[in-house]
């Protein structure tokens, strides 16, 4: 899928943009060794290092447009940056417009928990098709994109933005009514994950493996 940057970046709020052009982007990622001719590069931090000290790897790999939250030095001349509050939450944003909102197309089932997500991801899923319905999962172990299942190569509990939207863009095109996805709940409550909306105020339950005892967060 491509689009021009003008086509999807008015979803989010852009404190400065740097550069001219509108270029056309094949692909977004957030690790630049994975940018390809046309990518939209996130400089995400992270606990360990953060992402703007391999802007210049992205954009030697052909990356075209860069999302940051700090100001771009050096500027490349064949490069659009957007300068915004926190590169993280945009992405999610723009991975959905890029990939035109999936997940309005189908019914996602987020599972979360402290242990035996995964297998309820697949008890859920097996459950689904022996209703008769299309489905398809996102676990640590293994994914299945409305097709046959296939190992999880980097067994992330929540991969990022960029990855949820492009698989459920996939179950989209391949007639997919249900998807199920297996959540960290350790987002919370700084984050969530991408395009999630909690339905009401509530409670998740966290075990204390020392105690067993279960301490409860608003």
């Not at 690790?31 to 360990?48: E, I, N, Q």
């Not at 459950?127 to 190992?151: H, M, N, P, Q, W």
Request: aromatic share 6%; hydrophobic share 35%; net charge neutral.
């Amino acid at each position: 899928m491509n689009k021009r940057l003008s086509a999807f970046a008015g979803a989010i709020s852009v404190l400065e943009k740097t550069g001219t052009g509108d270029p056309e982007i094949t692909t977004l990622v957030y690790d630049s060794r994975k940018a390809v001719p046309g990518s939209l590069f996130f400089a995400l931090s992270g606990l360990h290092t953060d992402g703007a000290a391999y802007i210049a790897q992205a954009i030697a790999n052909g990356a075209r447009a860069v999302v940051l939250s700090g100001k771009p030095e050096p500027v490349h001349p064949d490069v659009v940056y957007l300068r915004v509050e926190d590169p993280r939450f945009a992405m999610s944003a723009l991975a959905a417009e890029f990939y035109d909102h999936p997940s309005r197309d189908m019914a996602v089932i987020g599972v979360t928990g402290t242990e035996g997500k995964s297998t309820t991801v697949s008890l859920v899923f097996q459950l689904l098709r022996l209703c008769g319905k299309k489905a398809g999962f996102i676990s640590t172990v293994d994914y299945c994109l409305g097709g046959e299942i296939l190992a999880n190569p980097e067994h992330q509990t929540t991969p990022e933005a960029v990855t949820i939207h492009e698989k459920l863009a996939q179950m989209r095109d391949n007639g997919v009514e249900y998807a199920v996805i297996e959540s960290s709940s350790r987002p919370f409550p700084a984050y969530q994950p991408p395009g999630r909306r909690r339905v009401r105020r509530g409670h998740h339950d966290e075990r204390d493996p020392r105690t067993s005892r279960v301490s409860r967060h608003a």
